[in-house]
C-alpha cells in the first residue's frame, strides 16, 4: 500500500522534526483539537454530498490505498491478438475470451463484437459507460477535495476557540498561560497537517487513477473498433501505441506472442 507508506512517512517526518528542535512528541496530541479539526471537516464534507455520494467514501478510500497496476502495453498486445484471432477465423471465435477476462468493459466489448454490433452503436454505448465512470470518480475526489479545503479553515476555528478560552481566564502564570496558548495553535496544526498529508494527496491519488482508467477505456475502445474494421493486428498495435507513446519515440522492445493467452487481471486491476 503506498499511499500508507506516504502517509506514515510524512507522520515520522513530521513529528520526528519536531522532536529534532526539542518539542516533546506527546505534546502533539490533543483530543479537542482533533474533535473540533476532524469531526468539522466531516460534518461540512457531509453537508456538501449526499448520502449516497458520501457511502461511496470507505470504496473510495480502499481505492486511494491500493496500487493499480494498468499496463497499457499489454493491454494492446491482448487487442492485437483478439484481432488476429478475428482476422484468421472470424469475431465469433471471440467468445472464449469473454470469460477469460475480468474486466466488465472489456466483457461489454467483445461482447459487442460477438454479437455484430453497430459500430456507431458500439461507441456511443461504450463511451457512455466510460463518462459514467469517469463523473463517479471525479465526484469521489471532489469529496477529498472539499475535505482539504475545509480542514485548515477548522483549525482556524479551533485556534481561536482555544485563545477565547485562554484570554478568558488570564490570572494563571506566564508559564501555565504559555501552555495554554501553544494547545491552542495545536489545532491549525491538525487543520493544515490533514489536509496537505491526508485529504488533498487522496484527492490527487484518485484523480491521477481516474485518468489511468480513461486511457484504458479509450485503448480498449479504439481497439474494438479497429477489430470490427478488420484492421491487422500489426497495424492496430501501431494506432493503438499512439495514446502511449509520443510521435518519434522509440518503439518499445517487441516480445514473442505467448503461447497461451495472458490474463487480462495484468492489464488491469
Known amino acids: 500500500m503506498p499511499a500508507l507508506g506516504g502517509i506514515i512517512f510524512g507522520v515520522i517526518a513530521l513529528v520526528g522534526g519536531f522532536v529534532l528542535e526539542g518539542g516533546k512528541a506527546s505534546a502533539l496530541l490533543q483530543g479537542t483539537a482533533a474533535l473540533i479539526v476532524f469531526g468539522g ?11 449516497e455520494e ?9 481505492m486511494a490505498m491500493t496500487r493499480r497496476s494498468f499496463d497499457a502495453v499489454v493491454l494492446i498486445r491482448d487487442l492485437a491478438r483478439y484481432a488476429d484471432i478475428a482476422r484468421r477465423q472470424q469475431p465469433l471465435a471471440l467468445e472464449p475470451e469473454i470469460d477469460r477476462t475480468d474486466d466488465p468493459f472489456l466483457k461489454k466489448g467483445l461482447q459487442m463484437i460477438v454479437d455484430n454490433t453497430d459500430p456507431s452503436l458500439m461507441r456511443q454505448i461504450l463511451e457512455a459507460d466510460m463518462y459514467a465512470l469517469l463523473t463517479q470518480q471525479k465526484t469521489g475526489a471532489s469529496i477529498f ?26 490570572s494563571g502564570n506566564a508559564t501555565a498561560l504559555a501552555q495554554a496558548i501553544g494547545l491552542a495553535f495545536i489545532a491549525t496544526l491538525y487543520g493544515v497537517f490533514s489536509a496537505n498529508l491526508l485529504w488533498l494527496p487522496m484527492a490527487s491519488n484518485l484523480k491521477n487513477k481516474a485518468k489511468a482508467d480513461l486511457l484504458e477505456r479509450e485503448i480498449a475502445l479504439e481497439g474494438f473498433l479497429s477489430i470490427q474494421q478488420g484492421m491487422a493486428p500489426s497495424m492496430l498495435t ?29 492489464a488491469v486491476s
Do not use: C, N, W
Open 145 to 170: 477535495d472539499q475535505a482539504g479545503g475545509y480542514a485548515p479553515t477548522m483549525g482556524i476555528i479551533g485556534t481561536v476557540m482555544g485563545l477565547v478560552h485562554v484570554l478568558g481566564d488570564l
Open 54 to 62: 458520501i457511502r461511496q467514501v470507505p470504496r473510495l478510500v480502499r
Open 41 to 51: 471537516t466531516i460534518g461540512a464534507t457531509v453537508i456538501s454530498y449526499s448520502m
Open 238 to 266: 501501431d494506432k493503438l501505441m499512439s495514446f502511449i507513446r509520443p510521435a518519434g519515440s522509440p518503439e518499445p522492445p517487441q516480445s514473442p506472442p505467448p503461447a497461451e493467452a495472458p490474463s487480462m487481471k495484468q
